[in-house]
């Protein structure tokens, strides 16, 4: 069996990382517009971006061209909602341009309502410290679906709430992960009621996570102490189970058990359509007491921003998402970063992403030859973009971007890719 015929192919990006325009048409800051001095490097700033802002039909055309069947993008919320209760229609308008231009184009428009960049102002009125925020998000929700349900049938709440949270908490230190947590969780069920109710079509949705699986190791562990540690407790926040067993299993981590009442689960524990999951590598054995850790294996191959290049992951993750959750499975990110630049014919060549692409998709295939329902996969990302705290270095596209120029140039990996999405996967 082959990838089936409706096989969801294509890329996602994330406002923060590609738009720039940070203050034009009425849009108010995110956290990311207003980082303390020192914690991006070289103190870079997505104010400009890739400036997809104002070049996002040049994006969109660059998609056209590599044949892709979906694009994941974020809605930002300050730019939707530039104070509480009050609705910014230019905002809003960006949004519906994309989507009218992308549905045009037959490429299936993906949403994700938060990707790490909350508006300065619900900063400012307690972030994920306070359950209110959970009611502002509801209120975004609402209003983005009324917005563009026409034409979106997939919705994702949030994206790797394992890291944002972590990221606020570092902006915040007297927050407790505890109850971040719940007030994310929170969010999340509310927003999942916003869209179920005010969408003009069934919707499917999904909480993009952070797809940490541990992977069996010959010698050192077996497939089914593999899969019981990915969804072990020690894994707290950074693991799945922190997360998706009260959102799909409606189960509480006893990490959570003091946090979560009845009366949360109700609303954090609402149907979802598919399993979201962003997978680059699998976790770090060190963090099983007494296991071994690859990251320390000497030479073993790395992307630039050192995710340790583990294409077995894909598999795993599928497998063991799919045995605990029993949702269709969807690969929101995956990529590779890469010393890319553009070389003496006018070209970048990446052989290293190329070959990444191949190895990992041929264990999305290995996935999905056992009857494993994998329904997409998403290349992480579209373009080079800003990678939050590392600013413009780090190259995750399939598109180079100079940053001076705002130039567009497509990798060979991009055609690769595309060759593979022409073929359904046949040329893996
Ligand atoms: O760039 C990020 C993205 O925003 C979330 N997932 C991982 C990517 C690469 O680090």
């Excluded at 949702?327 to 990110?333: K, R, S």
């Amino acid at each position: 069996m082959s990838f089936p015929k409706n096989f969801i192919w294509g890329t996602a990006t994330a406002a923060a990382q590609i738009e720039g325009a940070w203050d034009e048409d009425g849009r108010t800051p995110s956290i990311w517009d207003t980082m303390p001095e020192g914690k991006i490097a070289r103190n870079e700033t997505c104010h400009v971006a890739c400036d997809h802002y104002h070049r996002w039909k040049e994006d969109l055309k660059i998609m056209k061209k590599l044949g892709m069947k979906a694009y994941r993008f974020s809605v930002s919320w300050s730019r939707v909602i530039p104070r509480r209760g009050e609705i910014n229609e230019k905002g809003l308008k960006f949004y519906r341009n994309l989507v009218d231009c992308l549905t045009e184009m037959g490429i299936e428009p993906m949403v994700t309502l938060f990707h790490s960049d909350m508006p300065v102002w619900v900063f400012e009125a307690g972030g994920w410290k306070k359950e209110k925020t959970s009611d502002d998000f509801e209120d975004y929700a609402r209003v983005v679906t009324e917005a563009l349900s026409d034409k979106v049938k997939y919705w994702f709440t949030m994206n790797e709430p394992q890291c944002f949270a972590s990221d606020y908490i570092m902006l915040d230190p007297e927050a407790r992960m505890e109850e971040v947590t719940r007030n994310i969780l929170l969010a999340h069920g509310k927003a999942v009621r916003a869209i179920r109710k005010y969408a003009k079509q069934p919707a499917k949705i999904g909480l993009v996570i952070m797809g940490l699986c541990m992977e069996p190791v010959e010698g050192v562990m077996d497939e089914l102490t593999a899969e019981a540690a990915t969804f072990s407790e020690e894994m707290r926040y950074m693991g799945m189970k922190w997360w998706m067993d009260p959102v799909i299993l409606g189960e509480i981590p006893s990490a959570l058990q003091n946090t979560l009442s009845e009366d949360d689960m109700k609303i954090i524990c609402q149907p979802l359509d598919l399993f979201a999951g962003n997978v680059y590598f699998s976790a770090n054995y060190a963090d099983i007491p007494g296991g071994v850790n690859p990251l320390a294996v000497p030479g073993m191959p790395k992307s630039q921003l050192g995710m340790p290049f583990k294409p077995k992951c894909m598999y795993y993750f599928a497998k063991f998402v799919w045995h605990r959750y029993h949702l269709p499975v969807l690969f929101t990110e995956n990529g590779f970063s890469n010393v890319d630049f553009i070389m003496s014919d006018g070209k970048v060549h990446d052989p290293q992403r190329q070959d990444y692409i191949h190895r990992y998709l041929l264990e999305v295939k290995r996935a999905v030859e056992e009857g494993i329902p994998v329904i997409g996969y998403l290349y992480w990302s579209l373009l080079d973009n800003f990678e939050w705290f590392h600013g413009y270095d780090i190259r995750f596209g399939l598109v180079y971007v100079d940053y001076q120029t705002q130039q567009r140039t497509i990798k060979d990996s991009a055609y690769y890719y595309a060759d593979v999405i022409r073929s359904n996967g046949e040329i893996l």
